[in-house]
């Protein structure tokens, strides 16, 4: 009788723990992913990106503007670059998303703009995803040369990555021409072929998430009654 009296109670415990041990106090934090692969590629315009150019250090951008005879301008490059995304915790809750490109020297000019298009990865940018279409954040110029571009990116595409557990992270950058002005820039990209200490700033993603943490309290309380439950079915 006693042990079946111990059983109930330790269950009860148990039940307590369960129903007041889930999480409620959330951690903020932040992480700054370094760009594992970047790469850019070209196309007939306005056709597809077909071909790889294979160079991860300049990441050039061209759109050939609306305005303009094709046959003097046929071509557009677009670049991408991706992100390993195993250090952002599972069931982590996304707050800020921001793409860090580097400019060249050149800049970008007046009036020149360009989308950010988002995508899951695999580690190595492929012409497949230089076609993504699934725009994710935007800059426009004029902006200085060598300048650190801070792209806000979109929250709801950031956090799909986390659900589905995605292990990369990647990015497609494209122009988008104007009336008599082609949008021409470029990125540095991650440089592998050149030494660390001489090599420009590669992409990089900073990621601002909040976890939940369960309470210390609640922890010990949970542990104890499940250590109960064992100790009384021995018993029983």
């Known amino acids: 009788m006693r042990s079946t009296v111990a059983l109930a109670l330790s269950s009860a ?32 315009y306005p056709g597809p990106i077909t071909n790889l150019f294979d160079n991860d250090n300049v990441i050039a951008i061209l759109a050939p503007p609306s305005d303009v005879d ?10 991408g670059v991706e992100f390993d995304f195993g250090g952002v915790p599972a069931g982590a809750t996304i707050s800020k998303a921001t793409l ?22 695999d580690g190595v940018v492929a012409t497949a995803d230089l076609n ?3 725009q994710v954040g935007s ?10 571009l801070e792209v806000p990116i979109d929250l709801s595409f950031m956090q799909s990555l986390v659900d ?39 992409p990089e993603l900073k990621i601002e998430f909040q976890q939940a943490v369960p309470e210390p309290g609640s922890l010990l309380l ?14 029983w």
């Not at 580097?102 to 009036?111: D, I, K, N, Q, R």
Request: cysteine-free.
């Open 132 to 134: 993504t279409v699934h």
């Open 13 to 44: 415990v148990v039940a307590a723990a369960l129903t007041f041990g889930i999480p409620d106090s959330v951690s903020a934090a932040s992480i700054t992913l370094a760009a594992v692969d970047a790469d850019r590629g070209s196309g007939l």
């Open 164 to 202: 589905s557990d995605a292990l990369s992270a990647g990015f497609m950058v494209q122009g988008v021409g104007t009336p008599g002005n082609s949008v021409v820039f470029a990125f540095w990209g991650t440089s592998t072929a050149v030494p660390p200490e001489a090599r420009p700033p590669a």
């Open 139 to 148: 800059f426009s110029g004029p902006i200085a040369g060598s300048t650190t």
């Open 100 to 121: 860090l490109l580097t400019l060249l020297p050149s800049g970008v000019e007046a009036g020149d703009a360009a989308e950010v298009h988002g995508y899951v990865g």
């Open 222 to 235: 949970l542990g104890a009654g499940i250590a109960m439950t064992f100790l009384r079915r021995r018993r």
């Open 70 to 79: 094709v046959m003097l301008l046929p071509t557009h490059e677009r670049g």
